[in-house]
């Protein structure tokens, strides 16, 4: 991490400098504010984080309840959103503190026991990410973002006890044009109301949003009337998987899932209970904890299961639900007018609980929408950039709720002998559906924000339109190995990754240190154009250059000046922009992500790590092109 | 990390539960404690910090400062200290926070120029250590120790304002027998005294330490009359190695050291200043930072240095200095009495920082001391096993004051002419040098605590009396790749690494098993003689096995009750202590640390992490024989 750039300070580096005029939590409500999020859930605190570190962005989260989270719900983290994590700064902390899921196991009744391990698979393919994937307490999630809101320049914290009630739009206003109101939910003001004006808010509370009624909004979907049972509980038994993801199918009893979980004790259980009839819903069948427990143990049988504690449990009904658009934008008008309001997480799509995905999905909902706000806030792209959200996430949530659909089929057959080479079908599937687990699987489509195809052969293994697959590397300054993924922040800025081609040493007359100079010095194009007087040159994009050499054959004080930018109130040199191949390690990036080595090529990077475009080291028309369609002219 | 074992507990695991009855900083004085640290820098924290987690133990730590440290002093971390790190839960913040040393390089004038890189060498040789070398502000570090302190049952916090003056021991007291005289140091109470009585007395006051006086001790040494200014800048400059530890010697100007620092832009210099007069004083010549900047110009020319902020300065001669015994007892008493008082870090041993081998030697001091106290106030040992502490540590900084002397004279050596096989004088006895100052070549002497070397043989990798050489393991119950030494938490346990021979696969009737049977079962062996009634089985000696087969080869149901133990208030299975080789990724730690593969071993390892011992897996009466010389029988 970077830090003292503008002068030493003393104390924790991830607690940056107070920016004045901010609002603190449970002062008198504003009249107006930039942002209002509606809901502290994954989706609204993901959010949240991003925009908390603009010191011109004046955001607002109000939360019904009136506290934090403590326990219960979300438990599954991709390794997807590690890496986003990653990026917020607390990937090492998480890694710490949760249970890593390494093997995953499949029981079914056997030919001489009632229950046999019939499959054991790799929960993560090797090579699919630096991260692992991992399991921890959703309010321990609630909690690295809150850190991260409390250590921002705005001090940002959730407004509890308040929720959005409702809200209007005025679209003939270019200010403020979102009236919202508030209500409050502590018991002592419980029913009061207040309004606020807001120049944008964001829906991420929940299934039942009220910001997603006030525009119109409805999930649509079906539910598979079928009860289960979820509990997270500390026991004694000899189920040898019980650190293990495992998948228990019994003869009679149904299906359970052990989901192990954070300490190394704590042990989540999905239960298969009955199933509901046409017009019966969950709650009407009064079933607990007891119904949970007695369940598992008749599907565990024989082995033996003793429940000393439940921490937590819930009873519910899958269901897969979609809204037909993410903002308050009708089709007919997109070209007429921006987004104002958009809704994030369950707010806008409920599925099953059991694939591990609806905390991740939420969050990256709200990190695709996070620096297209940030950069319409600070007038670096036009309100149209606003559009994309729907258009993105609604086919990221539906590519969710169709998988959700087949999952639960296939988990729920009473059959399983269908045996493809050696794996009953649940494992066979569970295999096939990695990659979508793991959150991999979003590819973005052809748009002003995605590029065509016309160059992927340059490098065949960072796709466009899906995240940029980090790769080891070495630091040309300092020799320090480490992940190319991990240098992108949280901080809305894009990145140009430039892949030196072979013999390329960034001297000058080589292609990179050509297309340095024309990025450093040429007013017409992408660096100049969108970095506003004043702002570093690396402010809005982020250029940095891979070598296919090992570190000790090149020269740093060689590389062109734009990849030793002076930065920063002193004008310090930032150090950290080039990076080689680790031959030592055997760890080729060019060869690990098929990067052709002869031409090179430019990798544009989102600001939310996914792959914008790719295109050759010559191609400036392009490369201004791709930039002239997202962001404005400011230099 | 492991939590939850006795109930659910919401929020951040690292926050400890509080046991009740702790004094707080600030509050009036009590009368007794048990152990009263004086002073809170790197060897007083480190200590306190293994302290705080007993809730038996009633610790006070004074600290003449009013307030934490925030910048300046030590900065270099040793590998040595990153392990030590890792077992008090903050290794991973301490990378991500600091610099990784990767390389070294050396500068030196050339034929074709005023300076040129004569040498470049690998900071850390390759399989020394899991860790990398950091370097990081001493601040930061001390951060860290007060986080765990206040994040423990007892939440110590420094008493800051306050020192110790003197100390009286009466030796013919059995509790409480030092009464110390505390003199306040904030300017509304300067000079003010209180007197309390402490069990025992730790001076980690510096080296002009008032507990050392109180003693009788003294610093015995010599001084290089030489003058050395170091800085802490913001820089800007064209020398192209400002991110990688460097050493430079110019042609007439003498020679500097750069030493770049956490967040990508702090650097320190070390630069060489005058040759003092015999009866002279460093203070005497009224050097400022100035002239040290002036002199560094001067090295670097013909690069250019633009100092933009000086961060932290200070101009020092270089001594090495010892006292001659570590604690309060002559040697002539030593079977009378046990140690009542005892010194840390700079307190008896000073040196040359260059080496950046200070705050580690002072951590290790006390990570030395601290299991020692606490299995001494816990009644686990006999204060006798407190006479160790002198004597291992006392040879440890022997050899760092040898060390510094040397390497002092080969950095200021005018001429570097001598190049052995291509590397210059200097680099090549930094590269000799670099097991020293990774920490790595302390090993303790043959003693009550250091087995002899009679079964070195069976574990060639795992030095006796050195520590603990952490190698990648598979942890069986869930399959985590990870470090078998980081299964070593700062918790004054001993562990027993059974070490499985081919072919066993921890059924009953192999070695393992066998071995297990018996520590679990035989009342006069270890386990039960050394653990009092309704401590866990793993209370005091935690026994660990790794076999040699790949995971999905070995039944976790199947391993011995002693490697899965029931623990804690709700009895839950503890499902850590069963490791594999990790095969997969071809990194065997049987083929790793030569460990016999025919008879398997026993390896036991002191709660700081240093090899007490290595035996064969059926030398019962020496594994007994082992912990009655260390543990009293209590079971």
């Given amino acids: 991490m970077q830090y003292h750039v503008n002068g030493f300070k003393a104390g924790d580096p991830d607690l940056l400098e107070a920016a004045p005029g901010h609002r603190r939590a449970g002062e008198p409500l504003p009249e107006t504010v930039d942002v209002l999020i509606a809901g502290s859930g994954p989706a609204g605190l993901c959010l949240a984080a991003q925009l908390a570190r603009v010191p011109q962005i004046r955001t607002m989260l109000v939360e019904p309840k009136l506290g934090p989270m403590e326990k219960g719900q979300a438990d599954g983290i991709s390794v997807r959103s590690m890496e986003m994590f990653q990026a917020f700064g607390f990937a090492e902390k998480v890694m710490r503190e949760s249970v890593w899921i390494n093997e995953t196991t499949f029981w079914a009744p056997g030919t001489d026991a009632p229950l046999t391990r019939v499959a054991r698979v790799d929960d993560v393919p090797d090579g699919t990410s630096e991260m692992p994937h991992v399991l921890l307490n959703q309010a321990r999630v609630h909690d690295m973002f809150l850190d991260v809101m409390r250590h921002s320049p705005t001090r940002l914290e959730p407004d509890y006890g308040l929720k959005v009630l409702d809200l209007a739009i005025d679209p003939t206003a270019a200010e403020y044009p979102v009236t919202v109101t508030l209500e409050h939910t502590a018991p002592d003001r419980l029913g009061q109301t207040a309004t606020l004006r807001a120049n944008y808010v964001i829906g991420c509370d929940g299934a039942r949003s ?25 026991a004694v038994t000899d189920f040898p998987d019980w650190r293990k993801k495992s998948f228990v199918r019994s003869q009679d009893e149904g299906i ?27 709650a009407d069948r009064g079933m607990g904890a007891e119904d949970i427990i007695a369940k598992a ?36 008008q997109v070209a007429n007018r921006s987004p104002r309001v958009m809704l994030a997480g369950d707010a806008c799509h409920t599925h099953s609980p059991k694939a591990g995905q609806g905390m991740n999905v939420s969050m990256g909902d709200t990190f695709n929408l996070g620096w297209k706000l940030i950069s319409v806030l600070t007038g670096r792209a036009d309100p149209a950039l606003l559009h994309s959200y729907s258009g993105e996430r609604r086919a990221a949530a539906k590519g ?27 494992a066979r599937e569970f295999v096939n559906n990695l990659p979508f687990t793991c959150g991999l699987t979003i590819q973005y ?3 002003a924000l995605t590029g065509a195809t016309t160059h ?48 390329d040493t960034g001297s000058q007359g080589d292609a990179v240190a050509t297309l340095c100079d ?58 950290e922009k080039v990076f080689c191949s680790d031959l030592k390690r055997g760890e080729d990036i060019f060869e690990m992500r098929g990067i052709d080595r002869n031409a090179g ?35």
Same sequence: chains 1, 2.
């Fill in 601 to 635: 090529c430019v990798v544009i990077v989102r600001p939310d790590q996914y792959v914008g475009h790719i295109l050759p080291l010559h191609a400036r028309d392009d490369l201004t092109a791709y930039f002239a369609g997202l962001l404005r002219v400011r230099g």
């Fill in 456 to 503: 992927q052969h340059l490098a065949t293994g960072f796709d466009i339109g899906k995240r940029f697959h980090s790769a080891p590397v070495v630091r040309l300054a300092d020799a320090k190995p480490m992940q190319l993924g991990h240098c992108i922040d949280a901080d809305a800025r894009f990145r140009l990754f430039i892949f030196a081609p072979a013999n």
């Fill in 297 to 332: 143990k008749r599907i565990f049988h024989p082995f033996d299961l003793q429940v000393k504690d439940v921490v937590w449990w819930s009873i519910y009904e899958i269901g897969h639900r979609l809204t037909d658009k993410f903002d308050d934008v009708p089709e007919g």
């Fill in 256 to 282: 359970l899932m052990v989901l192990p979980r954070e300490g190394g004790h704590l042990v989540r259980l999905y239960v298969e209970l009955d199933r509901l009839g046409e017009d019966e819903r969950v």
């Fill in 518 to 575: 024309w990025l450093e010095h040429d007013a017409a194009l992408p660096l100049h154009r969108h970095t506003a007087a004043g702002e570093d040159i690396d402010a809005v994009i982020d250029t940095r250059a891979v070598f296919q050499q090992s570190f000790r054959e090149l020269d740093y004080a060689a590389m062109p000046k734009l990849l030793r930018p002076n930065v920063g109130k002193l004008g310090l040199c930032d150090y």
């Fill in 445 to 447: 489509e052809h748009s």
């Fill in 210 to 234: 009220n910001v997603r009624s006030a525009i119109g909004g409805a999930l649509h979907g079906d539910a598979a009337h079928h009860a289960w049972g979820v509990m997270d509980v500390l």
């Fill in 400 to 426: 969710l709720v169709e998988f959700d659909h087949k999952w639960a089929r296939v988990v729920g057959a009473k059959a399983q002998d269908d045996l493809a080479d050696g794996l009953p079908r649940v």
